[in-house]
């Protein structure tokens, strides 16, 4: 072999891996753009806008317009609060990647990313239940529901509460899907905690 081909092999790889970075930065920067347009669809969201379920005849007030009020309305449907989890965990995959860090496993986390998001809320709808409060969303109510049916019928003691059971369930193993899906360190996780506790401070408010 010549010292042009070894030449010609080493400039072919490094052209490659420029391509092949520059195409995952990309992919980072896509995630990072969706995470922050949903989250602001989630956070200028309206009861008064237009959407699917919601017939109105004023103005969209939603900062993505009407494509931003119809895709804020169907999270908040189907996941109530917990919505918010998603564009956390999308910018974080970004970063992720526009950093090198790399998203190990990414087909499963993604499908993962919308389970453990769907069994948070039933832990919601389970937790908002407990105090009196409906939250959690369709997917909320469907998946504790089904749960709460299943264990309905184990004859269990008296004295143990199949909705706390069956909340827990849904809390523990929502929650640690959720954080090996969105490829959490232990300082994001810390990070998430503060999430949580400010999506939760209204019924602590409640239960005062």
């Given amino acids: ?123 919601m709808h389970g937790f908002g239940h407990l105090i009196g409060y409906e939250v959690g969303g369709i997917f909320g109510l469907f998946f504790y529901s089904r749960l709460l049916a299943l264990f309905a019928l184990f004859q269990l003691p008296a004295w143990l509460s199949i909705e706390i059971i069956v909340t827990a369930i849904y809390g523990v193993v929502g929650l640690l899907l959720y954080i090996w899906a969105s490829c959490f360190s232990v300082r994001e996780v810390k990070w998430l905690s503060r999430l949580i506790s400010w999506l939760f401070w209204p019924f602590m408010l409640i239960i005062k």
């Fill in 1 to 123: 072999m010549s010292q042009t081909d070894s030449a010609n092999k080493v400039v072919s790889g490094a052209v490659k891996r420029f391509i092949k970075w520059r195409f995952i930065e990309l992919i980072g920067l896509s995630f990072i753009i969706t995470g922050l347009a949903l989250f602001i669809a989630l956070v200028t969201a309206t009861d008064t806008d237009p959407t699917l379920n919601t017939a109105s005849d004023k103005a969209v007030q939603n900062m993505l317009g009407s494509s931003g009020a119809i895709t804020a309305d169907l999270f908040f449907q189907t996941v109530h609060l917990l919505a918010f989890l998603v564009p956390v965990s999308l910018v974080a995959w970004g970063v992720r990647l526009v950093l090198h860090y790399g998203l190990p496993s990414w087909q499963w986390r993604i499908p993962l990313l919308f389970v453990s998001v769907s069994l948070l809320a039933a832990f």
